[in-house]
């Protein structure tokens, strides 16, 4: 069993930048970023590899950036220009996700 703790979520305005943390408890091959918006299903939004390969969902390209830490089994994601739309609840897990790893998530907030 591989324990996510989320971190780094908050309330910003639109146009702005959070980075969020997600510290695994163990070694994880491809890592993943997911989000859950009210109302809608949770989605795949970014993952990494250990070798640092990565992959996103269309409507962060160019805005979210991924990156880990291998030595401290750690993911970041980096997120500027922040839109309204990227309010969710933002989740780690690995790719393709295992239900009983999924952790608390940390929320984000994006509004004026």
């Known amino acids: 069993q591989v324990q996510f703790v989320e971190s780094g979520g908050g309330l910003v305005q639109p146009g702005e930048s959070l980075r969020l943390s997600c510290a695994a408890s163990?070694?994880?091959?491809?890592m993943g970023w997911y989000r859950q918006a009210p109302g809608k299903q949770r989605e795949l939004v970014a993952s990494?590899?250990?070798?640092?390969?990565?992959d996103y969902v269309d409507s962060v390209k160019g805005r979210f950036t991924i990156s880990r830490d291998n030595a401290k089994n750690t993911a970041y994601l980096q997120m500027n220009s922040l839109k309204p739309e990227d309010t969710a609840v933002y989740y780690c897990?690995?790719?393709?996700?295992?239900?009983?790893?999924w952790g608390q998530g940390t929320q984000v907030t994006v509004s004026s």
């Open positions: 897990n690995i790719r393709p996700p295992i239900p009983a790893y």
């Open positions: 163990g070694r994880i091959f491809r």
């Open positions: 990494i590899t250990s070798g640092g390969d990565t």
